[in-house]
């Protein structure tokens, strides 16, 4: 047991990171109460929209929002989405789909795990308004028409042991079928 009122699962999720890019400088030139209004509005877009989805925010650190997703096309279908809901901010948003540890203690649900770690790594990688995913996601059938001419390459991700294999889809669109 982990102990009094935890509950844990492993489950394969399609996990969504996105951060603001330059976000210190924002809190510098705009000042705090300016620059959190922003990130209050940017988290309530950003909350709606993969609500929308199917998806669910687990939490928010800083300015950055982790999501969650059953389905990697519905992830995908929102991280194409997030620029267009939080213009004029731009963002940088990775994921990664896989095993992940579910754990419910205090009334929250978090997740954690190599899962959880190559798409935070993964989202530290993508440039300004570009959506950047594994390999997994992309060539899963559900998901390959939404980035069919999109960049692939190769990134050596901090603290990951093997190569991980990306898809880079630049600046914010609205994806096919919604």
Known sequence: MLGEGVELAIRSLTVVFSDI????????DGGD??????????FDGLRDLIALQRGAVVKTIGDAVMAVFVNP??????????GVVVAPLELRIGM????CIAVRANERLDYFGG????AARVAHAAGPNEVLLTTVIA???RVADLVPDAERGTLTLRGI????????VSGPRRAAAL
Do not use: C, K, W
Request: hydrophobic residues 40%; proline residues 9%.
């Open 96 to 99: 990664h789909r896989g095993p």
């Open 139 to 141: 060539d899963d059938p």
């Open 33 to 42: 109460a300016r620059a959190f209004r922003l990130v209050r509005q940017h």
């Open 115 to 118: 899962t959880v770690n190559i």
């Open 161 to 168: 042991p093997h190569p991980v294999d990306v898809v880079r």
């Open 73 to 82: 096309r519905d992830a995908v279908e929102a991280a194409l989405q997030f």
């Open 21 to 28: 890019v330059g976000s210190t400088q924002m809190y510098a």
